[in-house]
């Protein structure tokens, strides 16, 4: 496409020059200074090849100066074939030198620095370009960063780096926008270092700077400040040898339609110069390992978005690369495919051990299940860095209680059910209304007065539920049930609110079953937080009810599990299960902390 756009450039620039000639060459003021700018307007080619044949065409229209005596005559064609023949073999070796000699190419990072030393020659003190200085904020960044980050960092930039691979610098990326008063720090003094046959976790919130770390390190975006290495080679000044050693998938699908599955693997070998003679086993093997086989004649926009997935994955591991960078690997996969492709991934890194693989990923399940390390990165900077378990155990200072309540018994429901309805048909000073509520409720008046009703044909209104509410003490459980505000005591109750609400009622069994589960919750809840000081409900769907326990000294694992079970039969648990605080837990902590 840039090459189209030069060559269209080229041709147009060409063509402009040439008009302007050929109107300074007709009117004989300009004639002179025509000859003179044609020696300039000859560096371009287009010029050169449009002013021949022009000379030509005056030529044969006897239209040529007397002077000019054939068609090779230096004012013909002879200046611009010469001309052309300098240029094709100058133009040719300057192509190559730009190709050849990475430290004359024109890459962004070179342009800025050259920008800089513009910038300090033209003032008169030293300058430094705003977004490159060692500014404040990375000093307090450094002051308020998590132990480990600091531990990391120091271990980085003192050099010690094990058999790292790869290892970022105080790598920073500030973008330009208007809206954040012209500038966003999208990455900013990230530094830590990945080894081989390790598999880096890249977490974080949307935004936090993931992407744009990763395309700074495969060459894509050039940082703002500080730089990585890749195999001891700057991403900033030899990017192309850096570039390299890596596979890269990037987060949206970089596919040409109208090519096969099989076709984009030959070409992304043949570019990344495999031999001719094994350019068909690399493929198959590929295809194979990818489970791409029945789909390798299918062009790629036929693919769904997991088969793409699959395929960039496929092509960012061709080659063997020593760093494979996914960026999302498994958006759009189902549960199967995503297994299949965790396989693959942990077959590459941990288990071939030679292969660092950098992931980025919003599934703390494929987090825990892939990745030897995990960084979590919030608003551009890493907050904390360590295996899954290291984590857990320093973020983690709590245990997840999950309860989950025996059903009520049949018994205690029935006897519920003849006390609610027994109270009803004896209110003492009854209400009009509510009588009135009753009749309608269970089809006449003589059989609520006959009190042979079926418990089951009983219909609560609002107004009896709230009346119930007070008899049994607890009115405040109902209002909830009456009001209709949303709580987070699960399904069950929405659903009690809504057909209260919609039909005028709630059968009167189905009320006492929800109110003696209620009872039970409350119950449980009550023994939780009076005997593990400092838990907290985390929520209620219907048919268990969780809690973070603080884990410390005061309360070990066999505390817990003592305490429960003792009061396991007197509170009616039906089972419960403990565990360490999740990576999700870990990630939402860091993320709302933001
Ligand atoms: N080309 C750009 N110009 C301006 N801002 C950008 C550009 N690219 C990214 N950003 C901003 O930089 C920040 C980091 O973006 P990035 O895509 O790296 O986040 P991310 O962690 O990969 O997010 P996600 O998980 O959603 O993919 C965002 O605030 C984004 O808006």
Redesign the pocket.
């Known amino acids: 496409m840039a090459q189209n756009v030069v060559l269209l450039i080229h041709f147009f620039t060409g063509l402009i020059l040439m008009v302007i000639s050929f109107i300074m060459g007709l009117m004989t003021s300009t004639i002179s200074t025509n000859s003179f700018l044609k020696n300039f307007f000859r560096i371009s080619p287009g010029f050169c090849f449009a002013d021949g044949l022009a000379s030509l065409a005056l030529l044969r229209q006897g239209m040529k100066d007397k002077t000019s005596h054939g068609v090779f005559d230096w004012n013909v064609t002879g200046a611009s074939i010469c001309y052309l023949a300098v240029e094709s073999v100058s133009y040719f070796l300057l192509t190559l030198a730009l190709e050849i000699f990475p430290s004359i190419k024109l890459t962004s990072f070179m342009i800025k620095k050259w920008w800089e030393k513009i910038n300090i020659f033209r003032h008169d003190s030293p300058y430094l370009e705003p977004l490159l200085e060692p500014s404040s904020e990375i000093v307090v960044t450094e002051i308020d960063e998590d132990v480990d980050v600091k531990t990391e960092r120091n271990r980085v930039l003192s050099g010690s780096l094990d058999n790292s691979i790869i290892y970022l610098r105080n790598l920073r990326k500030v ?1 330009f ?1 208007e809206k954040h008063h012209g500038r ?1 720090v ?1 990455v900013d003094s990230l530094t830590f270092s990945v080894q081989e046959g390790e598999c880096f976790g890249f977490l ?1 919130t ?8 990763l395309s700074m390190l495969c060459g894509e975006e050039s940082p703002s400040g500080g730089t990585a290495f890749i195999f001891g080679k700057d991403i900033c000044s030899h990017p192309k040898a850096a570039r390299q050693y890596i596979g890269y998938c990037p ?1 949206f699908d970089a596919l040409l339609e109208y090519l096969t599955v099989q076709e984009h693997l030959e070409l992304y070998a043949r570019i990344k110069g495999v031999p001719d003679f094994a350019l068909e086993n690399v493929v198959m093997e590929k295809l194979t390992e990818f489970d791409l086989l029945k789909h390798a004649n299918k062009p790629s926009f036929s693919l769904s978005g997991g088969n793409k997935r699959k395929l960039s994955v496929a092509i960012a591991m061709i080659g063997d690369p020593p760093i494979v960078i996914l960026d999302e690997p498994s958006t759009g996969m189902d549960p199967i495919a995503k297994r299949f492709m965790w396989d693959v991934i942990s077959r590459i890194s941990t288990r071939r051990g030679k292969t660092a693989v950098i992931l ?1 990923t ?1 599934s703390m399940n494929e987090a825990q299940a892939l990745c030897t390390r995990i960084g979590i ?1 919030v608003g ?1 900077r890493l907050r904390c860095i360590g295996s899954p378990q290291h984590l857990k155990t320093r973020f983690g200072n709590h245990l997840e209680l999950e309860v989950k309540p025996t059903e009520v018994s049949s018994v205690d429901l029935q006897t519920l059910c003849q006390a609610i309805q027994e109270r009803l048909l004896d209110v003492p000073s009854h209400p009009r209304s509510l009588l009135n509520d009753l009749e309608i409720c269970i089809g006449g008046t003589d059989s609520v007065t006959s009190g042979n009703t079926s418990i089951a044909e009983i219909s609560l209104t609002r107004e009896m539920i709230g009346l119930i509410g007070r008899w049994l003490g607890n009115e405040e459980r109902v209002k909830t049930l009456i009001s209709c505000t949303p709580v987070c005591d699960g399904v069950s109750q929405e659903q009690l609110s809504e057909q209260l609400f919609r039909g005028g009622g709630i059968p009167l069994p189905v009320f006492s079953e929800w109110w003696l589960s209620k009872q039970k919750f409350s119950e449980i809840d009550s023994f939780i937080l009076s005997s593990f000081g400092g838990a907290r409900c985390q929520g209620c769907n219907g048919l268990s009810i969780r809690y973070q326990l603080p884990y410390n000294e005061d309360f070990s694992l066999a505390d817990v599990f003592g305490l429960l079970e003792r009061n396991r039969n007197t509170l009616g648990i039906a089972e419960y299960s403990i565990s360490q605080s999740t990576l999700e837990t870990i990630f939402n902590h860091f993320a709302a902390n933001a």
């Open positions: 973008y926008e966003k999208a974080g949307n935004g936090a700077g993931k992407t744009t770390t987060q980025t919003h990165m551009g």
